[in-house]
């Protein structure tokens, strides 16, 4: 599987977004500025993406995260069910994990 950052396409019934058919996984680490999100599509793919998909590595991806973790924190939840902003550490971390689940 591949990392690419793609946008919601308009419905065919005119309401409302949907994931484009070419994202097998998505829906993950959106981006609020720009309402890119983070998906994933088979590679090799046996149908058409678009040329303007962007792909990108895992570390182009944490890149990606950390700046939008700058101005947008995220948060995690504490043991005594507060939530606090998470460290750049912690957001690696997490994006490692995503990557584990999502590519093995």
Not at 7 to 32: D, I, Q, W
Not at 61 to 79: S, V
Not at 92 to 101: G, K, M, P, S
């Amino acid at each position: 599987m591949k990392i690419v950052e793609y946008k919601l396409h308009a419905s065919v019934t005119g309401r409302g977004m949907c994931t484009p058919g070419f994202v097998e996984n998505g829906g993950y680490y959106s981006n609020p500025d720009d309402y890119s999100m983070i998906g994933l599509v088979p590679d090799p793919s046996e149908y058409y993406i678009p040329d303007t998909v962007t792909y990108l590595t895992l570390a182009e991806m944490k890149t990606r995260q950390l700046a939008i973790h700058a101005k947008y924190p995220m948060q995690k939840q504490n043991e005594d069910m507060s939530y606090s902003d998470m460290s750049d550490a912690e957001v690696e971390a997490e994006l490692d994990a995503w990557n584990t689940a999502h590519n093995s």
